[in-house]
């Protein structure tokens, strides 16, 4: 990072102000089996236009965002850039492709490595989200500008969860015991983009080290340093595309935006 955190210099002159860039960094290298066999989800189309290219544009109209990383398959790195060549975006907003790597964590941390130093707030979003409205991700840029180190987007929950005792093993699959019920007016639906001040999302990637799978919430990771993170309201158009069912409602918004909005 520059040094514009350091207090003013003994001669009075200004400190040089602090970058206000904000890029976004897109993990697209999961193959989303939820889905069902073919293309990795990000790549699935959506109203004939691939998913991942859905979601950069979501980025790419928040006049904040001026870099989208995105974030390719290990292999799939100059597919992935051909594709995206094929739908330019018609703004200032620079795209940039990475190859991933065997984890969404590892993922992130390389495509936060290709965001230059200037840029000093941090969006990830998920590329399964492709419908996120330009005012959400507004939100979460303002609110990392007025101080938060993390923010997210959520909605309160319309369903009351149970906490159960998972089955595993030779007893995978039967009934699980129910150990709690958390106080749904507590809880909240995490969406992205995920924002960050850019030095507190970098200690978190270098300072976390999880096993398996590592992160799948890289707010999560923030926690574990012990910094804040703070909600903004989400929307509900901005839900992930997982199941067959989910394309469907996806298809359904974007008709909806082309006959009220010309989307």
Avoid: C, W
């Avoid at 859905?54 to 790195?77: F, I, K, N, W, Y």
């Avoid at 790597?101 to 992130?108: D, H």
């Avoid at 850019?198 to 992160?215: F, M, N, P, S, Y």
Wanted: charged share 25%; hydrophobic share 45%; aromatic share 2%.
């Amino acid at each position: 990072m520059s040094a514009s955190g350091q207090s003013a210099n003994p001669g009075g002159a200004e400190s040089p102000a602090r970058p206000t860039r904000t890029a976004a960094v897109i993990p697209a290298a999961g193959r989303g089996v939820r889905l069902g066999p073919g293309a990795p989800k990000a790549l699935r189309p959506l109203s004939g236009t691939p998913m991942l290219v859905h979601a950069v544009r979501a980025m790419a109209r928040s006049r904040s965002v001026t870099l989208v990383v995105v974030v390719a398959p290990p292999d799939g790195a100059d597919e992935v850039r051909r594709l995206l060549d094929a739908y330019p975006l018609t703004g200032n907003t620079d795209v940039v492709v990475v190859s991933g790597g065997e984890t969404r964590q590892e993922s992130v941390r390389r495509g936060l490595a290709a965001v230059p130093e200037d840029v000093a707030i941090v969006l990830v979003h998920d590329a399964a989200r492709p419908l996120v409205p330009v005012d959400t991700v507004d939100a979460v840029v303002a609110a990392v500008r007025e101080g938060a180190p993390a923010v997210v987007p959520a909605l309160p929950l319309a369903d009351t969860v149970k906490q159960v005792e998972p089955r595993t093993g030779d007893r995978a699959g039967e009934p699980e015991p129910v150990v709690g019920t958390p106080e749904r007016a507590r809880l909240r639906a995490v969406q992205t983009p995920q924002g960050f001040d850019r030095a507190t999302l970098v200690a978190a990637h270098e300072k976390i080290v999880l096993e398996g799978d590592g992160a799948t919430d890289d707010a999560g990771m923030v926690e574990r340093l012990g910094a804040e993170v703070v909600v903004v309201p989400g929307h509900e158009e901005a839900f992930k595309v997982t199941r067959p069912l989910d394309l469907v409602l996806a298809e359904a918004v974007l008709a909806r935006r082309r006959a009220t909005d010309g989307f």
